[in-house]
């Protein structure tokens, strides 16, 4: 999959910097917005740029609907916001298929979206994927697969935080380290 072209000067960015693996273009999965609304991709860019949101997932069924392969360990995707401006590069770190109803506390918390609870996620995104189980005339249920992936930032043009507009605005800032939940069980081990 090429590089769509809205996004060529910020992929371009990231391969001349020192985080920029050789190897990326290869790698290159996607480019995407969290969510089905402009006020949820602000949000989720927003939230993964600070290194709370580090999870996410889909209905196994989108991906075999359209053709399109899962992700996997290495895959290189950008985040962008409501306006499809890129926010952050996100390195996928483990990727597992789960049925709806065997996701924990762990990768709900991950997830960082919501009160980040067990109970919260369910709430939250048990309506969100029944809806779009409907959409496909599919029931959800306790043993629907989802695609459930952990990934890391690892080139942002700069930390972000929402503007008054609800946009993501660049400021400079560190960025704090991501909860060891968020990274490869190497780069774990190292930290």
């Known amino acids: 999959m090429g590089v769509p072209n809205h996004i060529e000067a910020f992929w371009r960015r990231f391969l001349d910097s020192r985080t920029g693996p050789k190897d990326a273009n290869e790698r290159f999965y996607e480019s995407f917005r969290v969510g089905n609304d402009d006020e949820s991709a602000n949000e989720g ?17 989108e991906y075999e609907d359209c053709g399109k392969p899962l992700p996997r360990v290495g895959a290189l995707s950008v985040v962008e916001d409501a306006r ?6 996100v390195e996928t770190t483990w990727v597992e298929v789960i049925p709806f109803g065997e996701v924990d506390a762990t990768f709900a918390y991950d997830y960082g979206e919501g009160d980040r609870t067990l109970e919260g996620w369910y709430r939250v995104f048990g309506p969100y994927y029944a809806e779009l189980c409907e959409e496909t005339g599919r029931e959800l249920s306790s043993h629907t697969a989802l695609v459930c992936e952990r990934f890391r930032v690892i080139f942002p043009e700069r930390p972000a935080a929402a503007g008054q507009d609800g946009l993501v605005k660049r400021r400079r800032r560190r960025r704090p380290r991501p909860p060891a939940a968020c990274l490869s069980p190497s780069t774990a081990e190292r930290l």
């Open 45 to 61: 860019a927003r939230l993964i740029l600070s290194n709370e949101k580090c999870a996410t997932s889909s209905l196994q069924w």
């Open 84 to 89: 499809r401006r890129p926010q952050c590069v």
